[in-house]
């Protein structure tokens, strides 16, 4: 083995401070120099940061619509924003400035339009016609508060209910008031005393649109009269109201109440209700009112030609169902079903087979919006089964605890993960298709695959296919299977390292070329698994133990034993390891009963059924170390190649070889320096080893232990952060903070200044900004790789930077990224029928540059961002050749080496919100975006970059929003994306019949304009609302124009779709010179603002 020679580390380290310290002269000279050997192409035009589609399930729901015949749904959020969900791939997302919660959503069905109603009292008008739908109009209300809004089928005028109980008229066209108001004390007159509280319902009679019923909080309903205006009706009740739903005939209708029950009405009988109902009171004996229930706070109605009405309401449960979770009722005839949910209802819709209120409904599903899910359930069937959900909604099914994302992936990998995720399905969904269908898919113009996997605080890894802008769920692997669950409270684990959650993933480290997948969850444990189509059952779990501890030298000992100190590497002689045990470790407290030698977890030790996917091929666990518990692991790495998996923490690093299942190394981090520690700090010798058995001997001579089960202790050394050191040499950095492990690459590098050809090695880096390499001599592949140990030397600093290190990768000499070696994937539960010569060939590194060959007198490159500075180092020579200061006032949070556009770049995202990009080598920079303040630990624990100038984040606990840096992205973003509206004819309206039309016993029509427009009502108070334009765009003012309008519009619908999209702006003008002259002159201007803009101007 190659001695370590404190000299050269020495050099490396005078090098690098003199290129730092060297005149700008000199540095520009050598940058010119090596800029001409590396052609750079990135320039900054080649980027552009922009978002692109956020999937996931709405964060804190609290609005839904649906469009039947466009079959479109919408859901608001109590923090403005807007999800819309067509057929399974197409999705939108938008966001209302002010960020007010959403309380209602009303589609203009058929039109392409959509109206939101905000808490902060605004009205806004979207064009859905266009791929990223905009504000049209909007409309704040300055004096009343909104509580409900409705807009009849086919209708431009929109009623809108306030707290004040009023009810004011807009003009869905030109967005104005309508002189016309129905105010509350009209409406009630002499009925009550008091006032009738907050308007809760308006709807109109389905057979006569001039009669309107209004619902006040209070219980009061009227039915109202436009033409007339006065109330036909009054409906008193003394319960508060909640909702009120029509039967189609219009001769009755349903209340549902606070106290647990449903009134249904005959019009015409005002003075008591036709029919009371408790769906879910206990009748009493003696005719006495059943006992009150929870509130029912919504009621539908709807019939079927063929058979009894649907009554589905959702709450109205017993208060003794202490517990029970929230529940949707679907009363059928005699028959009543209570549908348990796993969350509370926010809204439920019933989907029906036709868009007029005045023909037979015909439900086929209801559509469930839930706090944290939605839900559709399939009325056509026996046992209302729900249909299998297709968009991916389910991200926080656990919530997200970390997140990695791979573009240009191998393109076997996506069916592979596929074909194993098949068999988890669950069966027993609805047969049907899913009825939410609208809208049609963009072009795909990215060929690439694309992977996110997320990690979860209940263990669990899902891999989604994320290719084209969708995102589709591929695989889940349940990491928390492997041990042992407590059966009751009192028998609680050893997981005192957090209160909750023990299995939660921290890190991912995979490598998708081997298909390896190693993770580092909460509990400072490590499991690496191996991809297999084959089901198996592992008998006994292989899992190690490791003492992973810190310590700085105390001066006195305080055990009286001597021990042979540990000789420190970095001084001449190989680095130290222990034998691992070869039997589990039995010992849970030291003498002076601490709690040791113990890990946080329990493994399994019954066999486990694997199946097909991931299957474990070795547990890591830390265990407690005298009464402290072990830290939890900062940074992880696996590399197929060379078998190894390393991991670190404050306290310091192990390596582990898993196909021998020994651990190798297993140093503090002050032990990585040797007696080239900055600090000073001295490891402190080994007291009285508290392991039952376990000596001291040389790495060399550590022969590998075959067992399943085996410990690795080293010195035993207590947390410098609960004990007080009294040595002097901690005197130079703050006793609380630790150097922790905070980066780690495995790669075929130079790591000495004379190196003649590059070896395996690991990098590691810390968080005072230091890079240190271990060299790794491997034996020969075959047989010889299982049964000859691995050798592991430390080889000291390489160099320093400001902050903690972050990303470290390496390039050829043509400027090329020098991936880490990997071995193909193949299937390991079959016997290889191949020649054991080819196993050692697959042990090379793979590079993705021209020139895969290391010649002896071509050079590297090493690539090291940390929180503060990026360095290229020029290797065998470690010169520092290029550096950039990234941020002085602030902190990387991510950095990570891409490729883009054939060539590769630094992309960083700080804690102040910026984006930056730096070409390399010479760390020019590109691009510099202020994007996203850090404004919670989410973003920084999720935010990631990878190939091909994508990134994403976690923006809420529910949702990943997936973000561009590339300006080819963003140009053919708009081609990408789904079209939400596509043209459909509107059905036919239901037949009247020659009876019903010759005694006049149909539907009563309307004339609306008549009766609101400004000529009959006159104009609103101008101090009741402001009208506020939107910024709709050209294609807003070709949707208002096409099809936001009355009747003449509807009728050049048909020219409109027929691929007349902006060039033909001309007739679309004329088509509004028909509209309100309001309305024509606003379009117009819009029109000329922007006929020579571009899309991406708006």
Same mark, same amino acid.
């Given at each position: 083995?190659?001695?370590?020679?404190?000299?050269?580390?020495?050099?490396?380290?005078?090098?690098?401070?003199?290129?730092?310290?060297?005149?700008?002269?000199?540095?520009?000279?050598?940058?010119?120099?090596?800029?001409?050997?590396?052609?750079?192409?990135?320039?900054?035009?080649?980027?552009?940061?922009?978002?692109?589609?956020?999937?996931?399930?709405?964060?804190?729901?609290?609005?839904?619509?649906?469009?039947?015949?466009?079959?479109?749904?919408?859901?608001?959020?109590?923090?403005?924003?807007?999800?819309?969900?067509?057929?399974?791939?197409?999705?939108?997302?938008?966001?209302?400035?002010?960020?007010?919660?959403?309380?209602?959503?009303?589609?203009?069905?058929?039109?392409?339009?959509?109206?939101?109603?905000?808490?902060?009292?605004?009205?806004?008008?979207?064009?859905?016609?266009?791929?990223?739908?905009?504000?049209?109009?909007?409309?704040?209300?300055?004096?009343?508060?909104?509580?409900?809004?409705?807009?009849?089928?086919?209708?431009?005028?929109?009623?809108?209910?306030?707290?004040?109980?009023?009810?004011?008229?807009?003009?869905?066209?030109?967005?104005?008031?309508?002189?016309?108001?129905?105010?509350?004390?009209?409406?009630?007159?002499?009925?009550?005393?008091?006032?009738?509280?907050?308007?809760?319902?308006?709807?109109?009679?389905?057979?006569?649109?001039?009669?309107?019923?209004?619902?006040?909080?209070?219980?009061?309903?009227?039915?109202?009269?436009?033409?007339?205006?006065?109330?036909?009706?009054?409906?008193?009740?003394?319960?508060?109201?909640?909702?009120?739903?029509?039967?189609?005939?219009?001769?009755?209708?349903?209340?549902?109440?606070?106290?647990?029950?449903?009134?249904?009405?005959?019009?015409?009988?005002?003075?008591?209700?036709?029919?009371?109902?408790?769906?879910?009171?206990?009748?009493?004996?003696?005719?006495?009112?059943?006992?009150?229930?929870?509130?029912?706070?919504?009621?539908?109605?709807?019939?079927?030609?063929?058979?009894?009405?649907?009554?589905?309401?959702?709450?109205?449960?017993?208060?003794?169902?202490?517990?029970?979770?929230?529940?949707?009722?679907?009363?059928?005839?005699?028959?009543?079903?209570?549908? !348990?949910?796993?969350?509370?209802?926010?809204?439920?819709?019933?989907?029906?087979?036709?868009?007029?209120?005045?023909?037979?409904?015909?439900?086929?599903?209801?559509?469930?919006?839930?706090?944290?899910?939605?839900?559709?359930?399939?009325?056509?069937?026996?046992?209302?089964?729900?249909?299998?959900?297709?968009?991916?909604?389910?991200?926080?099914?656990?919530?997200?605890?970390?997140?990695?994302?791979?573009?240009?992936?191998?393109?076997?990998?996506?069916?592979?993960?596929?074909?194993?995720?098949?068999?988890?399905?669950?069966?027993?969904?609805?047969?049907?298709?899913?009825?939410?269908?609208?809208?049609?898919?963009?072009?795909?113009?990215?060929?690439?695959?694309?992977?996110?996997?997320?990690?979860?605080?209940?263990?669990?890894?899902?891999?989604?296919?994320?290719?084209?802008?969708?995102?589709?769920?591929?695989?889940?692997?349940?990491?928390?299977?492997?041990?042992?669950?407590?059966?009751?409270?009192?028998?609680?684990?050893?997981?005192?390292?957090?209160?909750?959650?023990?299995?939660?993933?921290?890190?991912?480290?995979?490598?998708?070329?081997?298909?390896?997948?190693?993770?580092?969850?909460?509990?400072?444990?490590?499991?690496?698994?191996?991809?297999?189509?084959?089901?198996?059952?592992?008998?006994?779990?292989?899992?190690?133990?490791?003492?992973?501890?810190?310590?700085?030298?105390?001066?006195?000992?305080?055990?009286?034993?001597?021990?042979?100190?540990?000789?420190?590497?970095?001084?001449?002689?190989?680095?130290?390891?222990?034998?691992?045990?070869?039997?589990?470790?039995?010992?849970?407290?030291?003498?002076?009963?601490?709690?040791?030698?113990?890990?946080?977890?329990?493994?399994?030790?019954?066999?486990?059924?694997?199946?097909?996917?991931?299957?474990?091929?070795?547990?890591?666990?830390?265990?407690?170390?005298?009464?402290?518990?072990?830290?939890?692991?900062?940074?992880?790495?696996?590399?197929?190649?060379?078998?190894?998996?390393?991991?670190?923490?404050?306290?310091?690093?192990?390596?582990?070889?898993?196909?021998?299942?020994?651990?190798?190394?297993?140093?503090?981090?002050?032990?990585?320096?040797?007696?080239?520690?900055?600090?000073?700090?001295?490891?402190?010798?080994?007291?009285? =080893?508290?392991?039952?058995?376990?000596?001291?001997?040389?790495?060399?001579?550590?022969?590998?232990?075959?067992?399943?089960?085996?410990?690795?202790?080293?010195?035993?050394?207590?947390?410098?952060?609960?004990?007080?050191?009294?040595?002097?040499?901690?005197?130079?950095?703050?006793?609380?903070?630790? !150097?922790?492990?905070?980066?780690?690459?495995?790669?075929?590098?130079?790591?000495?200044?004379?190196?003649?050809?590059?070896?395996?090695?690991?990098?590691?880096?810390?968080?005072?900004?230091?890079?240190?390499?271990?060299?790794?001599?491997?034996?020969?592949?075959?047989?010889?790789?299982?049964?000859?140990?691995?050798?592991?030397?430390?080889?000291?600093?390489?160099?320093?930077?400001?902050?903690?290190?972050?990303?470290?990768?390496?390039?050829?000499?043509?400027?090329?990224?020098?991936?880490?070696?990997?071995?193909?994937?193949?299937?390991?539960?079959?016997?290889?029928?191949?020649?054991?010569?080819?196993?050692?060939?697959?042990?090379?590194?793979?590079?993705?540059?021209?020139?895969?060959?290391?010649?002896?007198?071509?050079?590297?490159?090493?690539?090291?961002?940390?929180?503060?500075?990026?360095?290229?180092?020029?290797?065998? =020579?470690?010169?520092?050749?290029?550096?950039?200061?990234?941020?002085?006032?602030?902190?990387?949070?991510?950095?990570?080496?891409?490729?883009?556009?054939?060539?590769?770049?630094?992309?960083?995202?700080?804690?102040?919100?910026?984006?930056?990009?730096?070409?390399?080598?010479?760390?020019?920079?590109?691009?510099?975006?202020?994007?996203?303040?850090?404004?919670?630990?989410?973003?920084?624990?999720?935010?990631?970059?990878?190939?091909?100038?994508?990134?994403?984040?976690?923006?809420?606990?529910?949702?990943?929003?997936?973000?561009?840096?590339?300006?080819?992205?963003?140009?053919?973003?708009?081609?990408?994306?789904?079209?939400?509206?596509?043209?459909?004819?509107?059905?036919?309206?239901?037949?009247?019949?020659?009876?019903?039309?010759?005694?006049?016993?149909?539907?009563?029509?309307?004339?609306?304009?008549?009766?609101?427009?400004?000529?009959?009502?006159?104009?609103?108070?101008?101090?009741?609302?402001?009208?506020?334009?939107?910024?709709?765009?050209?294609?807003?003012?070709?949707?208002?124009?096409?099809?936001?309008?009355?009747?003449?519009?509807?009728?050049?619908?048909?020219?409109?779709?027929?691929?007349?999209?902006?060039?033909?702006?001309?007739?679309?003008?004329?088509?509004?010179?028909?509209?309100?002259?309001?309305?024509?002159?606003?379009?117009?201007?819009?029109?000329?603002?922007?006929?020579?803009?571009?899309?991406?101007?708006?």
């Amino acid at each position: 083995m190659r001695k370590f020679n404190i000299r050269k580390v020495l050099d490396g380290l005078t090098a690098v401070s003199a290129a730092a310290s060297a005149s700008s002269a000199a540095q520009q000279q050598q940058a010119g120099n090596r800029e001409t050997e590396i052609q750079e192409t990135l320039q900054s035009e080649h980027f552009q940061l922009c978002k692109t589609v956020r999937h996931g399930f709405p964060y804190q729901p609290s609005a839904l619509a649906f469009d039947p015949v466009q079959k479109i749904l919408a859901i608001g959020t109590q923090t403005g924003a807007l999800r819309l969900f067509g057929r399974p791939g197409v999705e939108c997302y938008c966001q209302h400035d002010s960020g007010a919660a959403v309380i209602q959503l009303q589609f203009l069905i058929n039109e392409g339009a959509l109206v939101s109603a905000l808490a902060d009292d605004t009205l806004h008008l979207w064009n859905l016609r266009q791929k990223r739908p905009a504000i049209l109009h909007s409309l704040k209300f300055n004096r009343e508060r909104i509580t409900f809004c409705h807009l009849p089928f086919q209708s431009k005028w929109l009623y809108v209910g306030t707290e004040r109980g009023n009810i004011h008229i807009v003009n869905v066209e030109s967005f104005t008031l309508s002189g016309y108001v129905i105010m509350w004390n009209k409406a009630i007159e002499l009925s009550s005393k008091s006032h009738p509280g907050p308007i809760v319902h308006i709807s109109d009679n389905p057979m006569d649109e001039g009669k309107l019923l209004i619902g006040f909080e209070s219980g009061t309903v009227v039915l109202w009269d436009l033409k007339s205006k006065k109330a036909d009706y009054r409906y008193t009740h003394d319960e508060a109201i909640h909702s009120v739903a029509w039967h189609h005939e219009g001769k009755q209708f349903i209340c549902s109440h606070s106290d647990g029950t449903l009134t249904i009405w005959n019009v015409k009988s005002p003075t008591k209700p036709f029919q009371t109902i408790t769906p879910h009171g206990k009748q009493l004996k003696d005719g006495k009112k059943p006992e009150p229930c929870k509130p029912i706070l919504k009621v539908e109605y709807k019939t079927t030609r063929a058979g009894e009405p649907f009554i589905i309401l959702s709450g109205g449960l017993s208060y003794d169902t202490v517990g029970r979770r929230p529940c949707l009722t679907v009363m059928h005839g005699k028959s009543t079903a209570v549908l !348990e949910m796993d969350y509370s209802i926010v809204d439920f819709l019933t989907l029906c087979e036709t868009p007029y209120p005045n023909d037979f409904q015909e439900p086929y599903a209801v559509v469930v919006l839930l706090e944290k899910d939605l839900v559709l359930i399939d009325l056509a069937q026996n046992g209302y089964p729900i249909f299998e959900n297709p968009y991916p909604l389910t991200i926080h099914e656990s919530p997200v605890t970390c997140c990695e994302y791979f573009a240009d992936c191998p393109v076997d990998l996506i069916p592979a993960l596929y074909s194993v995720g098949a068999r988890q399905k669950r069966q027993g969904y609805s047969k049907k298709e899913w009825p939410i269908s609208g809208g049609n898919w963009g072009m795909i113009t990215q060929s690439y695959p694309e992977i996110i996997i997320t990690g979860h605080a209940d263990g669990s890894i899902k891999f989604w296919d994320a290719s084209a802008i969708t995102l589709q769920v591929l695989y889940k692997l349940k990491t928390a299977k492997v041990f042992e669950k407590s059966r009751n409270k009192d028998d609680k684990p050893n997981t005192d390292i957090v209160d909750e959650d023990p299995y939660a993933i921290q890190i991912i480290s995979w490598c998708p070329e081997s298909r390896m997948l190693c993770i580092a969850g909460v509990s400072a444990h490590v499991i690496i698994y191996r991809f297999s189509k084959q089901e198996v059952t592992t008998e006994i779990i292989p899992m190690l133990e490791v003492r992973l501890l810190y310590e700085i030298n105390d001066m006195e000992s305080p055990d009286g034993e001597q021990v042979p100190p540990l000789p420190t590497p970095g001084t001449g002689s190989n680095p130290q390891s222990i034998v691992p045990q070869s039997h589990p470790s039995t010992s849970s407290s030291s003498s002076d009963g601490l709690r040791d030698n113990v890990p946080c977890l329990k493994v399994k030790n019954s066999p486990l059924k694997q199946s097909p996917g991931y299957q474990i091929e070795l547990v890591i666990q830390l265990v407690w170390v005298s009464g402290e518990p072990p830290q939890q692991i900062t940074s992880l790495a696996v590399n197929s190649a060379y078998g190894l998996v390393v991991f670190g923490n404050c306290n310091g690093i192990a390596m582990v070889d898993y196909l021998q299942k020994a651990v190798l190394l297993n140093l503090g981090t002050i032990e990585l320096y040797g007696s080239n520690d900055p600090y000073r700090r001295e490891p402190r010798s080994p007291r009285k =080893s508290r392991q039952p058995s376990g000596g001291l001997c040389d790495i060399n001579e550590g022969a590998a232990v075959p067992e399943d089960r085996c410990k690795s202790p080293t010195s035993d050394v207590k947390d410098n952060s609960f004990s007080r050191s009294r040595s002097s040499s901690v005197t130079s950095i703050d006793k609380e903070s630790r !150097e922790a492990i905070s980066a780690l690459h495995f790669c075929e590098t130079f790591t000495r200044k004379n190196d003649t050809s590059p070896s395996p090695c690991l990098w590691i880096g810390t968080t005072l900004g230091t890079v240190l390499v271990i060299v790794l001599n491997l034996p020969p592949g075959g047989e010889q790789r299982l049964l000859q140990p691995v050798i592991v030397s430390p080889s000291g600093t390489i160099l320093r930077l400001k902050g903690a290190i972050l990303r470290m990768a390496f390039l050829d000499t043509t400027g090329s990224l020098v991936p880490p070696a990997h071995e193909p994937w193949r299937e390991h539960n079959v016997p290889e029928d191949k020649d054991e010569k080819d196993k050692s060939k697959k042990r090379r590194p793979v590079s993705v540059s021209p020139s895969s060959s290391q010649e002896i007198s071509e050079n590297q490159y090493a690539v090291i961002c940390s929180e503060k500075q990026a360095k290229v180092i020029s290797l065998p =020579s470690q010169n520092c050749i290029y550096k950039q200061n990234i941020t002085e006032t602030s902190f990387v949070l991510r950095g990570d080496i891409v490729s883009l556009s054939n060539s590769i770049c630094l992309a960083c995202f700080c804690a102040n919100g910026h984006i930056m990009t730096f070409s390399l080598p010479s760390l020019r920079p590109l691009l510099d975006v202020y994007y996203l303040p850090l404004t919670n630990m989410r973003i920084a624990r999720t935010f990631c970059f990878t190939n091909n100038g994508q990134a994403l984040y976690l923006v809420s606990p529910t949702e990943i929003q997936r973000l561009t840096y590339s300006q080819e992205t963003c140009e053919n973003l708009q081609e990408m994306l789904g079209e939400l509206f596509t043209p459909v004819e509107t059905p036919e309206a239901p037949n009247r019949g020659f009876f019903k039309g010759l005694f006049g016993g149909g539907a009563q029509s309307l004339d609306r304009e008549e009766l609101f427009g400004e000529s009959a009502a006159g104009k609103a108070s101008r101090s009741l609302a402001q009208h506020i334009p939107g910024p709709g765009g050209i294609e807003g003012v070709k949707g208002a124009a096409s099809g936001v309008v009355g009747e003449l519009a509807r009728a050049r619908l048909a020219l409109d779709e027929r691929g007349q999209k902006l060039g033909e702006l001309e007739e679309k003008t004329a088509a509004m010179l028909y509209s309100a002259d309001s309305f024509s002159k606003h379009a117009h201007e819009m029109m000329l603002k922007y006929k020579d803009k571009k899309w991406y101007q708006f």
